[in-house]
């Protein structure tokens, strides 16, 4: 479509244009519009609004089509072949938060589970809420041991940050005065079972470097006037959250950053809006807006603003930008250092270990608890005590300990080795009782920036809508691995320290992409011909573009990093506001 002249144009002109709704759109939006800039977000999916769009939010197990809301493998296998790779995210009630495979295809170079859902709020509805800061050592830790580039910024200059968005958003937590694990501004820790505090105080008592801790996760115990006043109430302990909840008890972009946006009047939402490109105009050497294709109609569009914020997540970002070339930008938006779509990055996962607390059978708790333990980083944090020679960086734990219930599997191990098999009155008896203490430990990983695990576009392959799509090619390394050798070892070595039983260490494996993190597709740092982004998440070859999601990450912690995305948007925005007000962008 040609660009539009007078009143066409203006009716599509904004001061400010987010792209995407998720965790970073929803904080862009609401920072944006609160200080006064009439904002577009533009979103791919369909619109998703707080209550009302939760189908299955207070659907009971009786109400499924299939038994405990597992879909058919036919029906996993044809829509869902990588969504279903979780393992656990992808059910009947959760299914329509998450993408049809068959419809967003990408090239497997070699396998990356992408798991996304498009839709007003993104993956701030599926998240699960697990929200830390980053340290002082990891924004360090690139120049200290020469891997990737330096970041631009320091934990100092977040840190204002991370505290105005942990006071939006609420989180849950336990101060713990570690200097690897920033505490931050928390609403009342929720409570270990039994098990849990025997595991730490036993632990602690063998490791006392390796605390442990409530998880801090991003829900409500205390909520404060501004959370009340968004219609946000405390958590009910249901932990059915993964199906959007409408006490608005977690942090989402619905419950949360759109509703503040909305209320100041300056938010405007347009679903069903694909992002393609950027608009750039040579002469001014700044992007003018962005085109779209709506979804519905299949046209074209243009939508211009003073600042365009790029918050569709790390992959898509990068998509967009590698999609806007011009004769400024042959190789991709602002691709000047070449950098685009390299040093991809995750968590590894799916590595820890467990085992059994037999003598704590005559004891229980009561009701659920969407939340589990935390073990911070205890692996190279500067000093010689703590040093491994076999890898550099970290890791931490998240787990927990609880009993299965009436729905567990008897015949699968683990579930109760001890049960009866099969049916009949014995294993109606078996099921009326508790199964076994279970405790659990998984480690979250970090990965290094390796230039050459990177997504490029693939312009020969494309989607229902004729638009090239992505080519994914990323690897763990000999780093990685050790690290997973000892994420095993030391798991399980603190079960046995805390007296558990039948422990058993495991790694059942990981592939890219599992850990749900996906980021440093363009990166932020110093140098604008070895990095995309500036200290600010500007672009460095175009000032007015902004990309504030994973796709900024310089390196990648082994915390959660959503928290760290928001912190980012947050300062991003605020720079973005006195920018314009100066004439600087
Ligand atoms: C099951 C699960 C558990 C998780 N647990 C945690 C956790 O405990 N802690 C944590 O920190 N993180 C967790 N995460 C990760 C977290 O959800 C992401 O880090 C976060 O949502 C990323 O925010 P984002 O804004 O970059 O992307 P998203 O939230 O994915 O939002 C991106 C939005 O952009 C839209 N979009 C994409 N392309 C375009 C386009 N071209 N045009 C317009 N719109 C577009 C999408 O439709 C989407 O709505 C989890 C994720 C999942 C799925
Ligand atoms: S556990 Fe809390 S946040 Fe999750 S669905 Fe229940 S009330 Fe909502």
């Known amino acids: 479509m040609a660009n539009l002249n007078g009143r066409a144009r203006q009716e599509n002109t904004y001061d400010a244009i987010v792209v995407g709704s998720g965790i970073t759109g929803g904080w862009a939006a609401k920072e944006l519009t609160q200080k006064g800039l009439k904002t577009l977000v533009l979103e791919r999916g369909p619109?998703?609004?707080?209550?009302?769009?939760?189908?299955?939010?207070?659907m009971d197990p009786w109400q499924t089509k299939y038994p405990q809301g597992q879909l058919p493998s036919d029906e996993l296998n044809a829509k869902y072949p990588v969504q279903k790779r979780t393992g656990y995210t992808l059910?009947?009630?959760?299914?329509?938060?998450?993408?049809?495979?068959?419809q967003n295809p990408y090239t497997e170079e070699s396998r990356y589970d992408w798991i996304r859902g498009y839709h007003v709020g993104g993956r701030s509805l599926t998240w699960g809420r697990q929200s830390y800061r980053h340290s002082p050592i990891d924004f360090e830790a690139n120049a200290r041991e020469g891997?990737?580039?330096?970041?631009?910024?320091?934990?100092?200059?977040?840190a204002p940050w991370y505290d105005h968005v942990e006071r939006f958003i609420g989180v849950s937590g336990q101060a713990e005065g570690l200097p690897h694990l920033p505490d931050g501004q928390y609403q009342p820790p929720m409570e270990m079972n039994c098990v849990e505090k025997a595991f730490k105080a036993k632990s602690e008592a063998r490791f006392p470097e390796r605390r442990i801790t409530m998880g801090r996760t991003a829900h409500l115990t205390d909520p404060t006037e501004e959370q009340l006043a968004l219609g946000r109430t405390k958590c009910q302990y249901r932990n059915m959250c993964i199906r959007g909840c409408p006490f608005g008890g977690y942090y989402s972009s619905n419950s949360g950053g759109l509703v503040a946006a909305e209320r100041t009047g300056n938010l405007v939402i347009r679903p069903g809006s694909i992002v393609t490109s950027l608009i750039y105009d040579e002469k001014a050497g700044k992007a003018t807006g962005v085109r779209i294709l709506d979804a519905t109609t299949r046209q074209e569009e243009e939508f211009y603003a003073d600042v365009v914020f790029l918050c569709a997540s790390a992959f898509n970002s990068a998509w967009i930008m590698m999609n806007s070339t011009s004769s400024r930008f042959p190789n991709g938006f602002g691709n000047g250092s070449d950098q685009l779509g390299r040093n991809v990055m995750d968590?590894?996962?799916?590595?820890?270990?467990?085992?059994?607390?037999?003598?704590?059978?005559?004891?229980?708790?009561?009701?659920?608890?969407?939340?589990?333990i935390y073990v911070p980083r205890f692996r190279n944090l500067g000093d010689a005590a703590t040093?491994?020679?076999?890898?550099?960086?970290?890791f931490g734990y998240q787990g927990g300990a609880s009993r299965p219930g009436w729905d567990r599997d008897l015949t699968r191990p683990g579930q109760d080795p001890s049960g009866p098999r099969g049916f009949g009155a014995a294993r109606k008896a078996a099921l009326s009782q508790p199964g076994p203490w279970i405790i659990g430990l998984g480690g979250f990983g970090e990965i290094l920036p390796y230039e050459d695990?990177?997504?490029?576009?693939?312009?020969?392959?494309?989607?229902?809508?004729?638009?090239?799509t992505l080519s994914m090619n990323v690897t763990i390394r000999e780093n990685e691995l050790a690290m997973r050798r000892d994420m095993q070892t030391a798991a399980a070595e603190m079960l046995e320290a805390a007296g558990f039983k039948n422990v058993e260490g495991r790694d059942g494996g990981y592939a890219p992409g599992l850990g749900i993190h996906e980021m440093g597709?363009?990166?932020?740092?110093?140098?604008?011909?070895?990095?995309?982004?500036?200290?600010?998440?500007?672009?460095?070859?175009?000032?007015?573009v902004y990309v504030t999601d994973g796709a900024a990450m310089t390196s990648a912690s082994c915390v959660n990093p959503s928290l760290t995305y928001m912190a980012l948007t947050a300062r991003a925005a605020d720079h973005a506001v006195q920018a314009r007000k100066r004439g600087d962008l």
């Open 347 to 372: 968590h590894h996962l799916g590595v820890g270990a467990s085992g059994e607390a037999p003598e704590f059978a005559d004891m229980y708790y009561s009701g659920r608890r969407p939340n589990g």
């Open 521 to 544: 597709t363009a990166r932020m740092g110093r140098d604008p011909k070895t990095s995309v982004l500036n200290a600010h998440n500007q672009v460095h070859e175009c000032k007015n």
């Open 453 to 468: 695990n990177r997504i490029t576009l693939n312009r020969d392959k494309t989607d229902e809508f004729g638009l090239p």
């Open 91 to 102: 059910t009947e009630y959760t299914r329509h938060f998450f993408v049809r495979d068959d």
């Open 47 to 58: 619109m998703v609004r707080h209550l009302e769009d939760y189908p299955t939010a207070t």
């Open 147 to 158: 891997i990737g580039v330096d970041w631009p910024i320091r934990y100092e200059e977040l």
């Open 387 to 394: 040093k491994r020679s076999d890898y550099l960086r970290g």
